[in-house]
Structure formats: C-alpha cells, structure tokens
C-alpha cells in the first residue's frame, strides 16, 4: 500500500513536471511571438526596398503561391559586367558562396576558402547544367541571361521553387543585386525537414553574407577568414545557450532565475541572428547570453 507521504510526494513530482513544462512552453511561446512578429517580416526584406519586394522578377511564375517568399538586396559599386562572373560561378565545388566558408565548403575540391578571384573554368554553363548546394543537394540553372539574371531550380517533383539572382543598374558606377527565393515546404517529408527548419530560420543568415561577399570581391575589398569564422561562431553560441537555457528549465529547479534565463537567452538568440549589428556586438550577445545562463545555473542549485 502506497503511504500518504509518498503520494504526496507523487503529486508534488507531477507538479513539478507540470511546471517545467509550462515554463519551457511559455519561454518558446514568446519567442516565437518576437519571431514570427518582428524577426520574420524583416529577415524577408532584408535591405530590400519597397520597390523591389512589389516588383515582379524573373521565376516567379515557377512558384506563384509559395509558404516562403524573400527579396533581399545589396548596392554594389560595380556594373552588372563586374558583378556577373561572381554569380555565375557560385556552388559547391566551384567558387563557393563568399560566405561562411566553414559551412559552406566543408569537404569542397576546390579548397575551404570561396574564391577571391574569378575562375575561368566556371563562366560557361548553360541551361540544365546542375548546380551543386552542398555535398548531397544541387539545384539546377533554369535560366541564365547574362548581365542580367540567373535562376537556380530545385530538383523534386513537383518542384518546391527557385533563387534568382538579378541585377539592376542605379547608374553607370552602382548596380542592385537582389535575390528573390520562392519556396514552398513539404511538411510530408520528414527527409527534408533539417532544410526546410534552414530555410525558414536561417536562411537570410546564408543569403546576406553570399551578397556581402560578392559586394566584398566586386570592391575588392574582402573581409579576413577570421572575421567570419567569429560571426559564425557567436551565432552557433547564442542558439546553442538558448537551448541549454530550455534544458536547465527541465532540469534544475525551477526559479524566476532560471525562467528569466530562458528567455533572456531566447531573445538574443534572436537578436544576434535576426538583428542589422556587427560581428562584434553579436560575440558581446553571446557573451551576455553565457552569462545570464551560468548566473541561473548557480543560483538553481
């Protein structure tokens, strides 16, 4: 027979786990409002004017009802002349994305470092030629108008949509990159949920620095390997506290400390992500984010 202590004690257990859980709820439910109400609007307009986001570009009749639409641009001190070999000659296992190499060309041939110069052996691909994303996805060129814009198509059928990449004269000395992503998720895929969790969340993170870099190499001005491989860094810092955050919630005893942390940490997880800051202020959220965190762990034993 079970003794009245010990049913107590079973019931205060179930509470506890009724709290965590609503404390961790709770936590992700906010930040999933500061997401989805300030966070996603921006990150699919990023430096995008109004007149581009309105202005019908090339591909978007291959997805005309798309779950993720974004236009994000970039003014490059170049011709549409200048800025073309460098998007031409964009993928893995070719130039790379200018971006976060790390990432991005992990196991390449051509090396870790995207290229600092344009590659002749990558400025003669036609229509159908395939497009290679990473190791195990490629795309393929649905179009190619020189000087002017490409189209990078997916491969599944039916098909999920395209980037285009488009350039726009402003004057003889700046042209407008943008980039316009059409897509739509397959929630039936279970495959594919890892890129389609990147799509929606992380993708303008990709997206900004592929134009930052271009902009970087038109310019000749290209920013040290070190000074990405820190951005990059504070961002896998700051999402990886927040989890830790959400798992101290399950783990240590619950507190306004430790929910207080939870969210702090949620909250600059987004703002280093979603935020227009620099590499440095976004290793002081990281920075800040270990902090709150460890203070929580300590004042939860």
């Not at 999933?32 to 307009?45: E, M």
């Not at 002349?81 to 993928?91: K, R, S």
């Not at 039936?188 to 970087?216: N, P």
Request: with cysteine; glycine share 6%; proline share 5%.
């Amino acid at each position: 027979m079970v003794s009245i202590s010990e049913h107590f004690r079973e019931l205060a257990r179930g509470r506890q786990l009724l709290a965590r859980g609503f404390a961790v709820l709770t936590v992700l439910f906010l930040v999933a409002i500061a997401y989805l109400g300030v966070c996603r609007p921006y990150q699919l307009q990023l430096e995008a004017t109004a007149a581009e986001i309105e202005r019908p570009m090339p591909g978007d009749e291959l997805n005309p009802d798309p779950s993720f639409l974004a236009t994000r641009g970039i003014t490059i001190a170049g011709s549409p002349e200048d800025i073309w070999p460098w998007l031409l000659q964009m993928g893995y296992g070719r130039a790379g994305y200018y971006g976060y190499d790390l990432l991005e060309n992990a196991g390449s041939p051509e090396g870790l470092r995207s290229a600092d110069e344009v590659l002749p052996q990558f400025q003669n691909f036609v229509v159908g030629d395939e497009v290679p994303i990473s190791a195990v996805v490629s795309m393929t060129f649905y179009a190619i108008e020189p000087n002017r814009y490409l189209i990078w198509l997916g491969d599944d059928v039916p098909n999920p949509g395209a980037f285009t990449w488009a350039l726009y004269p402003l004057d003889s000395e700046q042209t407008r990159l943008v980039s316009r992503i059409r897509w739509s998720y397959d929630l039936t895929s279970a495959t594919d949920l890892a890129l389609q969790l990147f799509t929606e969340f992380a993708d303008h993170i990709a997206v900004r620095k592929i134009l930052q870099g271009v902009k970087q190499r038109v310019e000749q001005d290209i920013e040290p390997f070190w000074v990405q491989n820190v951005e990059f860094i504070s961002y896998l810092c700051t999402f990886t506290i927040f989890l830790a955050a959400l798992a101290l919630l399950c783990w240590r005893r619950l507190t306004w400390r430790t929910w207080g942390a939870g969210l702090i940490s949620g909250l600059l997880w987004l703002a280093s992500w979603y935020a227009p800051i620099s590499t440095w202020l976004g290793m002081l959220l990281a920075l800040l984010a270990i902090g709150a965190l460890l203070h929580a762990h300590r004042t939860s034993r």
